[in-house]
């Protein structure tokens, strides 16, 4: 059997040489975490699964989980906020102030093209988001309504401070009708907890309530027929800050062309409204390079939203 301690730092080394590979080079950690796991390696590790560096700060109260929403806590919240303990220790981390970019969103009445709104009617009598909710569920706006099983139109806090917004749904989310549950939603929710953002405090939405085909990025013709939706959902929840994820729902959004690594990094302010885009969680997926980005996006994100 053996001691399960050196079982346990066997399998820790595992995944710290894991880690390496993926060239990760840092470990956040809580505080008493991180002391109990330096003296568990302390002259255990060899050479080739040399530990990431251990970070560690102090935690904060004013966590985005602890925002006074009454939001019941759930057991998803629960859990998460078991799992974050250590993350929210992290988004006390330095974080360098960022270019602050004043923009006009491109779905704000003063931007939109006529073509946006070509037809106002069928959003103008909804005076809540079950109405737009149900308007959007019989919409025929473009071609992928022909190939849905469901319209994915939002799930969340409806006075959500913090949105989310991505691309458009996947497989997982067409079928269940859900946005962000297929593998980039379960790197979402790792992310966002490990941050120590519930994800029931926020709202996560799309530019695109239907799926494309093969999941292909979605047409000009498609996100200018479904973004009044969006335009409708942000009126209604009022949110103060919009993550955008990935380079679709970033320069729908901004209306500003570029690549995601010139865009990201930066806060786009629009009046009361702060957008802060990152790279899509599918990125991540596909190339871990793209997790060390997201991460500080991510504690950008968190540190807006701890200011109001
Ligand atoms: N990717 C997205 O952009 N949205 C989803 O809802 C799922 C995956």
């Not at 919240?77 to 960022?98: K, L, N, Q, V, Y």
């Not at 006009?104 to 009598?125: H, I, N, Q, R, V």
């Not at 953002?197 to 695109?208: K, L, W």
């Not at 009126?235 to 919009?242: C, D, G, Q, S």
Request: with cysteine; aromatic share 6%.
């Amino acid at each position: 059997m053996g001691d399960p301690r050196d079982r346990a730092r066997r399998l820790l080394l595992r995944y710290f040489g894991q880690l390496a590979e993926r060239g990760e080079r840092e470990l956040y950690l809580s505080e008493d975490a991180a002391r109990a796991l330096r003296e568990g390696l302390r002259d255990v590790a060899p050479a080739q699964h040399r530990a990431p560096e251990v970070r560690t700060a102090a935690p904060r109260k004013d966590t985005p989980a602890a925002k006074p929403s009454g939001a019941a806590a759930s057991p998803r919240g629960a859990a998460s906020s078991a799992a974050s303990s250590a993350a929210t220790a992290a988004a006390s981390e330095e974080i360098p102030e960022p270019e602050v970019v004043d923009v006009t969103l491109a779905f704000s009445t003063k931007a939109a093209s006529p073509d946006m709104f070509a037809e106002p009617s069928l959003l103008d009598g909804c005076s809540t988001m079950a109405d737009v909710e149900r308007t959007s569920s019989t919409c025929e706006k473009c071609e992928l309504s022909r190939g849905r099983t469901k319209v994915v139109f939002g799930v969340g806090n409806e006075t959500a401070r913090l949105m989310f917004v991505g691309e458009a749904p996947g497989r997982d989310e067409d079928i269940q009708g859900i946005p962000f549950v297929g593998r980039a939603g379960q790197l979402l929710d790792k992310i966002l907890a490990a941050a120590g953002i519930d994800r029931d405090d926020v709202y996560i939405g799309n530019i695109i309530k239907c799926r494309p085909p093969n999941n292909r990025t979605p047409l000009t013709n498609e996100i200018e027929a479904c973004i009044p939706y969006l335009a409708k959902q942000v009126e209604f929840i009022k949110p103060t800050i919009i993550c955008t994820l990935g380079l679709p729902a970033t320069q729908t959004l901004l209306g500003i062309r570029g690549s995601m690594g010139g865009l990201r990094g930066k806060i786009y302010r629009s009046e009361d409204l702060r957008v802060i885009p990152t790279y899509h969680p599918a990125a991540a997926l596909r190339d871990p390079k793209y997790k060390r980005p997201i991460w500080e996006d991510i504690l950008l994100i968190k540190r807006e939203y701890e200011r109001g």
